[in-house]
């Protein structure tokens, strides 16, 4: 892989016709080690935000040796680490899924939220001498969203006196039993935690059960142009504090598993101006690329002009529209960007770490994409000396 001192100096030497990912395996390493040192408990990586093997071994390399994953195919991948601890926290899995992981794989840990996952999950990893022994199972609790981008309780989780009977019955299947959340994607505020750390508390004590393990998810923020998140140190402090208070096992294991907060600032995507119509630019990825969370979730990342000389012209607002022939394929921003910029130059977008490459796809033929390394800093850090000082406030 190639390595640059920054997207300036690549954009220089390689004249890119494709997009390129830009991956900063230093900055996933800082997250890294910065969850690993502060955070309470222990942390996983959420293995859908980015696959790049770059990120990955530095994730691995700074002590995140556990990863959750949600498919059998991210499983087979992820499996290929040696030494890694995967927990498979999709709540609804296809039989062959979890036969594999169990049988193949190794894997004890499941996530699950009705009864029919918990069936399932006990028939396929039995064996001809009766039920598995071994199972850590976790039951998904649904919690409300608070000032989360992409809230998830929706889709997964249960909650009230069908949680308390579905932990009753895991209790008697599982060797360890363990509840867990989502407070949904880019949470900017510790109280999600707060608010779910309570539900579930109380929920324990309906249900009567020993709890063996937490896993408080992920949701933790990254910083982008249109959200400030408070500091990850709050966010932590506030699980301290519900978890000291919760009616669980002296060795009661706390997990998270952040995808976001560990790889956002960890990958930049550069493209090119291939036109401009007014304050429009025509780029080479996209909304069916690595753009996908501008397109339809209206996320504004910064962006960076890469043509020497614009540093100091006056900035004024763009849209952006992708490659594809579909109308969907847009992205309003506003992105701030130098007035003069012009067919031909090339843009850094940044902070696009989490779900930029893990979302792309191939539609109209795009979806190719040059990768290097950048060997500079991303354009915002939620880990630098300015975030320090901000959680020193808090
Ligand atoms: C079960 C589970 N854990 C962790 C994550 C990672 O979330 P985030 O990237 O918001 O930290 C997700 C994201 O969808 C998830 O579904």
Known sequence: MERFASALEMVEAKKPDIPVLAARPHAAARAARWFVKNFPGEVAYAYKANHSVFLLGALYGAGITQFDVASLAELEDAATIPGVRLHFMHPVKSRTAIRRAYHEFGIRCFALDSEDELEKIVEETSTADGPAK?????????VPAKNSRIPLERKFG??????????VKTRL???ELGLTFHVGSQTTTPDAFVTALSDIHKLIVKAGVVVDAIDVGG?????????????LKS?????KAGMDKMPVTEHCRLICEPGRALVAEAESLIVRVDAR?????FINDGGYGALFDAANLGFVFPVKLLRPGTESEP???FELWGPTCDSIDGMKGPFMLPASVREGDYIEIGNLGAYGRALAGGFNGYGRYLEVILLDEPMYTMYGDDDVQRSSKA
């Open 134 to 142: 071994d199972l850590e199972l976790f039951v998904r609790i649904s």
């Open 235 to 239: 966010f932590f402090d506030v699980i």
């Open 277 to 281: 119509r007014g304050d429009e630019l």
């Open 158 to 167: 249960i909650a009230g006196q069908k949680a308390a009977k579905l932990l």
């Open 219 to 231: 949701g933790f923020p990254s910083r982008y142009t249109d959200s400030e998140p408070a500091p």
């Open 173 to 175: 299947a599982a060797d």
């Open 315 to 317: 900035l004024k607002p």
